[in-house]
């Protein structure tokens, strides 16, 4: 072949690459612009994914929180909403749509967060295709169950040592106790104590009556394994009820509505005014007290008899044991404005000295456990009540922790 034919080959080769690239170009520019969309729609649904999952976990701790049912589950939704919000900022107003669903399958209840938020194009703009894309997120948590540990107190008191149970003024009987009162020392085993039948009376006619009974010995062992066994069980519930725990970080705080669980870790006396309990009547709510930053004092003022009984969980030692400043914990409970009012509740403070001080006329319901034990109360009743009858809490079922699962196996509305 001639030099001048093979120019002409050549030459007509490049322009049908020329032609051949030509008609790719818009391929390839194309290929650019969908990967870019499609880059850009997979960070928003990342995104969204991380926000729905925070938030699904926060409304299966706020739906524990509140008593909440698959039917009506607003203490869960403000919860999980709170948490878009916080988690998604800005892009939470462009949200196309969100829903908060529920439901109980085989004993085990799920709470589902599910948004959509409309995704810019690019490509796809340009070619008047879509301006946006809607991208879709969604969570199903399963709802834990902090409340169903086998707790149970049998006992009205139990106490190391039983300091003072003075139960006569001016020779009658107006301290009445209806219940176990247990001495792990035994040096007081015996002791007469007068029932509320009692009330009243003189104490010969107390006594001829019948209406007495005597303080217990116990078995310091026994009470041992019963306090590492409860306190455990205890810290269980608090772990499994996670971000519904509500941190109490002042000296005064309201306690009222449906929160099942508090918590206080800062210094100062604890001073505890007790309005309108909602929730599951009869199921406790939990106080716990970080008795190494508390000082010596719980005080608590009641407007009227509580519904759901308070457990105050009383986590320190008594301060400065010594004799020339000694400071057992003090407990006083008194009604709003001076009534008579019936506590019911417990204090467990299995590693504290403990002095209780009640209204005269006022009514305590419950268990006390402490270390050495007090009372200073004039006028007012202790009784026995097994606050945990009325709840989950006795059925001895296993506590579970919220947490993200798969919701491949459920059917929801959208």
Request: proline share 2%.
């Amino acid at each position: 072949m001639s030099r001048f034919g093979y120019r002409n080959q050549r030459e007509g080769q490049r322009g049908a690459l020329l032609v051949l690239f030509a008609l790719l170009l818009p391929v390839f520019f194309a290929c650019a612009g969908l990967a870019v969309d499609l880059g850009n729609m997979y960070s928003y649904k990342s995104n969204l994914q991380n926000a729905v999952d925070a938030a699904a976990l926060a409304g299966a701790s706020g739906y524990t929180a509140g008593g909440d049912t698959v039917d009506y589950h607003p203490e869960a939704d403000e919860m999980a909403a709170e948490y878009l919000k916080a988690n998604l900022d800005n892009s939470y107003s462009s949200l196309k749509d969100k829903s908060f669903e529920a439901q109980t399958v085989s004993g085990k209840t799920y709470y589902r967060v599910k948004v959509t938020e409309p995704s810019p194009t690019y490509f796809m703009r340009i070619l008047g295709i879509k301006p946006y894309i809607d991208v879709s997120a969604d969570a199903v948590a399963l709802v834990g169950n902090p409340g169903t540990t086998d707790l149970h107190f049998k006992d009205l008191i139990g106490a190391r040592e039983i300091l003072g149970l003075d139960s006569l003024k001016n020779g009658r009987v107006n301290t009445t106790y209806d219940g176990n009162v247990v001495d792990l020392s035994s040096r007081f085993a015996g002791t007469t104590i007068y029932t509320s039948s009692a009330l009243g009376q003189k104490e010969n006619q107390a006594n001829a009556d019948g209406n007495y009974s005597a303080v217990q010995a116990g078995e310091a062992s026994d009470y041992n394994s019963f306090y590492r066994s409860t306190t455990e069980k205890i810290n269980e519930m608090y772990d499994a009820a996670g971000s519904s725990v509500v941190d109490w970080n002042y000296t005064n705080r309201a306690v009222s509505g449906s929160s099942d669980y508090y918590k206080k870790e800062t210094s100062g006396n604890a001073n505890l005014s007790i309005g309108e309990l909602s929730g599951n009547e009869g199921k406790p709510v939990y106080l716990m007290i970080d008795g190494t930053k508390n000082e010596n004092k719980i005080n608590i003022t009641i407007n009227s008899t509580n519904a759901r009984p308070l457990v105050i969980i009383y986590t320190g030692t008594t301060k400065n044991n010594n004799k020339n400043n000694y400071k057992p914990l003090t407990l006083n409970i008194f009604g709003s404005g001076g009534t008579a009012i019936t506590f019911t509740g417990a204090l467990y403070a299995p590693d504290a000295d403990v002095v209780v001080n009640i209204g005269s006329g006022c009514v305590f319901e419950g268990s006390i456990y402490s270390r050495d034990f007090d009372v200073v109360s004039s006028g007012a009743q202790f009784r026995y009540r097994d606050i945990f009858s009325g709840s989950s809490s006795g059925s001895g079922t296993t506590s579970t922790k919220s947490r993200l699962v798969e919701d491949s196996s459920l059917v929801w509305n959208s």
